[in-house]
């Protein structure tokens, strides 16, 4: 049986399923729900010292898709505004009635060392697990001088996670990071440098998510204004993803825990976000949207992926995707795809044909059968296997990429015959 007890950065948690410091965190009634649905911990959300931040209303703007599904909520909601003494009450109470479950405390203040220790002693007192660092806030926080404002400058990183480690000793801390920076690699250095055992990753991604064309203005409004915000949700998995391998496969980060971040709805994101290293996981959107016993489903098919694939625990596929995540100049430039259409599952609509036409490489010919039948058939000789057809294509099993015998050693771009800068030339 597949066991998914797990250690976060020391924690031990009964599933690597978190939520994540959010309005789905806000409050004991919130959390106290959230543990009975059956997710493993909490990071509360975001506290600062009295008195409490103002928020505004409206806070959500969306992104959606063609079929008008939300794909991200670009939100301006800031960090708790619910008194301090308030909410550590609350994490006392509910440590005592989950001894099992993990609450995590994040934390933000400005950037001066009694502000940060001073904050991080009250929380730890009222009984956390670990603290997690709030340096990652793209809106309303950093334009007072916190949020994004710390998490973009590697020094004031290091800085404020040593002052919190100091407080926190042997209890883990997390140094939460904005994606909103050109190397992600940096900052996570600098927290490890400031003795952060773990860090958080992504935090939302700065953005304007649409505009009013009626009120002239980026949404949500806030009569009839509107500003940047934070963008979370399935359309930030692919950056977050990117980030969080960065950091495992840098050997000056690959120390650090990583708790994920970014876009996770399905058992699957979760899988692959542990494959690229990470020890656990933490959600939001996809809470705030489908509500909390989304986790009956992520546990459910995370335990039936490990069974079928004989795991054990986590830590079995941890990592393992790992030593397959590579830098562009090591792919074998040798390697040969082709397409090929099976006509007999084709619904001729002819999507193959448009994409390969107007976007790629001309590869794809219309023909036609008995009975006035269209056929598609891909011309080798031009196809470069970039499978933008088996993309485009609405029917499963339809088009297929199948790998060419050409019978050419594998080359990286270092060692090809082209490039002017290869080894031995």
Not at 129 to 137: F, H, P, S, T, Y
Request: net charge negative.
């Amino acid at each position: 049986m597949a066991d998914l007890n797990c250690s976060i950065g020391r924690v031990e948690s009964i599933n690597p399923f978190w939520l994540a410091s959010a309005p789905p965190t806000d409050k004991y009634v919130n959390v106290k729900r959230a543990f009975d649905a059956g997710w493993g911990g909490v990071v509360w959300k975001t506290l600062g010292a009295d008195p409490p931040v103002v928020n505004a209303s409206s806070r959500y703007g969306v992104h959606r898709d063609e079929r008008g599904s939300i794909v991200g909520i670009n939100n301006i909601e800031l960090i708790s505004d619910r008194p301090l003494d308030e909410n550590l009450r609350e994490i006392e109470q509910l440590r005592r009635e989950y001894p099992e479950r993990v609450i995590i405390g994040s934390l933000m203040a400005p950037i001066e060392e009694g502000a940060w220790k001073g904050l991080a002693e009250k929380i730890l007192n009222a009984g956390v697990q670990g603290l997690e660092l709030n340096l990652g806030c793209p809106h309303g926080m950093c334009e007072r001088g916190m949020g994004s404002a710390v998490g973009q400058v590697p020094e004031m990183v290091e800085q404020t996670t040593r002052w919190v480690k100091t407080v926190a000793g042997k209890l883990p801390v997390f140094t939460k990071l904005t994606p909103n920076i050109t190397d992600i690699v940096v900052p996570a250095e600098a927290a490890r440098r400031g003795g952060a055992d773990g860090v958080a990753l992504i935090n939302t991604v700065n953005s304007i998510v649409s505009v009013d064309l009626n009120s002239m203005a980026p949404t949500p409004l806030v009569d009839g204004k509107g500003t940047h915000g934070g963008y979370c949700g399935t359309a930030v998995k692919p950056i977050a993803l990117n980030m969080v391998s960065a950091i495992a496969r840098d050997p000056e980060t690959a120390s650090l825990a990583i708790s994920a971040i970014g876009g996770i709805t399905t058992w699957r994101d979760a899988a692959e976000f542990i494959a690229l290293g990470a020890q656990g996981v933490q959600v939001c959107t996809a809470a705030m949207l489908y509500g909390f016993r989304i986790v009956d489903d992520m546990i459910a098919g995370l335990t039936n992926f490990m069974e079928e694939n004989q795991y054990r625990s986590i830590a079995d596929f941890r990592g393992k995707a790992i030593r397959n995540t590579v830098d562009w100049n090591e792919l074998n430039l040798n390697f040969d795809l082709k397409a090929l259409i099976h006509q007999d599952n084709c619904i001729e609509c002819g999507r193959c044909h448009i994409a390969c036409e107007d976007a790629a490489h001309q590869a794809i010919r219309i023909g036609a059968a008995p009975g006035g039948r269209r056929t598609f058939t891909v011309v080798n000789d031009e196809c470069v296997g970039c499978n933008l057809c088996l993309h485009v294509c609405p029917v499963e099993n339809c088009i297929e990429m199948k790998p060419v015998a050409n019978g050419l050693a594998p080359v990286t771009w270092p060692e090809h015959p082209l490039n002017p800068l290869r080894k031995g030339a």
